[in-house]
């Protein structure tokens, strides 16, 4: 074999080997960011602190998952509303900036001309004249706000047009293990997995056991504790749609449901006021408590605690003659239980509807038809 043939074989050999060698390393590099824990690369990062085009390219995230963060980042973000405390003008350029120790949380903007959803907590007792809202890099004031006493929603309205609106989803569409999205400008951004769909809210003391009709107890749980600083913000599914609320406070750390206040949109937007149906009962959820029997394992039990009355007076429920131990099993057909409680129940009707109820009392089932009112 001449010696230029064989400086050929062995060029051709080195190359084959090469290229072999940096397919293999390139084949074992791309599985492995695929199907290894994302934890390995996102507990190298600092996800809230990395910039929109980092976090596009980040190998952090799958490539489902990337696809999510757009969906998060192009839909639902550019409808983030800071609360902030109003500044008192004058002529020092300091009262015409607003920073992040100014701010006491967030909403979202429902509707173009200017309706923004936060939660009631956010405000931390400052009136409706005392906040401004940031939208982009406008400043606007509050023209006026609509609370939800059962939710603890607030609905602020302020003068604008041609704002970015986000788009609402379904939360009874969520499931456990489901990734939400949350955050608070496009290059911080926060995510979790959801824990629970149907926890309450956390409990101070034995009176919180009590839940009234006339309230939402049930809550989602998130995997991660929400931030503080982004209390009020959004909550997204993987699609970019709203599915719930962050709500933060010194006690419990919790998502409301989109689904226990979307169906208020409606008549806040054309009355300007909320009206619930009303049926006037305290009662313990026996889904959510311990005991011996099973005839007992499902339903409101009526009970109140100290001046906390389990019926209250001229209520409809008072009117129709439901007691203190009557255990509330099923509204029109529909049985209470560890998904669907009382409250939620209730919700679904109108004041002034009649009810079916079927109610255990002293052993014995029983009927009773209550009309509800309105609060």
């Known amino acids: 074999m001449s010696k230029q043939i064989s400086e050929k074989i062995t060029k051709t050999l080195l190359i084959s080997v090469t290229f072999g060698l940096l397919s293999a390393f390139v084949g074992i590099f791309f599985i492995f960011s695929f199907f290894a824990p994302t934890e390995f690369f996102t507990e190298r990062l600092n996800i809230d602190s990395q910039n929109q085009e980092f976090l596009k390219t980040s190998l952090g995230i799958k490539a489902y998952g990337r696809l999510e963060v757009f969906e998060f980042l192009d839909k639902s973000l550019p409808a983030i509303a800071g609360i902030y405390k109003k500044k008192i003008e004058s002529g020092a350029l300091i009262d015409n900036v607003y920073i992040d120790k100014d701010r006491l949380g967030y909403g979202f903007v ?85 824990n629970s769909l149907s926890s309450y809210q956390d409990i101070e003391n034995k009176n919180n056991l009590i839940i ?85 394992e499902k339903g409101a039990y009526i009970y109140g605690g100290g001046i906390l009355r389990s019926v209250e007076v001229n209520s409809p429920a008072y009117k129709v003659g439901i007691k203190t131990g009557d255990i509330i099993l099923e509204i029109d057909g529909e049985p209470l239980n560890e998904y669907r409680n009382l ?24 009927a009773l038809d209550v009309v509800l009112g309105g609060k």
């Open 110 to 194: 429902l509707t173009s001309d200017g309706w923004i959803v936060s939660n009631a907590s956010v405000l931390n007792g400052y009136s409706t004249a005392k906040i401004s809202i940031s939208i982009g890099n406008q400043i606007y004031p509050v023209q006026s706000m609509v609370k939800d006493n059962w939710t603890d929603i607030i609905f602020l309205k302020v003068e604008a047009k041609d704002l970015p609106v986000v788009v609402l989803g379904n939360s009874d569409t969520l499931s456990l293990g489901d990734i939400v999205f949350t955050g608070s400008k496009k290059n911080n951004f926060w995510f979790s997995y959801i």
């Open 343 to 366: 409250g939620e129940i209730i919700s679904e009707f109108m004041p002034g509807e009649t009810l079916k109820l079927k109610i255990l009392r002293n052993g014995e089932d029983i």
């Open 212 to 296: 009234s009709s006339e309230e939402f107890a049930k809550v989602i749980k998130l995997q991660d504790n929400l931030p503080k600083e982004l209390n009020g913000a959004m909550i997204s599914n993987r699609n970019g749609e709203i599915v719930g609320l962050a709500y933060i406070d010194n006690v419990d750390n919790h998502v409301i449901p989109i689904n226990q206040f979307k169906s208020l949109i409606n008549d806040v937007l054309k009355n300007q006021k909320i009206t619930r149906p009303y049926l006037g009962v305290n009662y313990i959820d026996l889904d959510n408590a311990l005991l011996e029997s099973p005839q007992y």
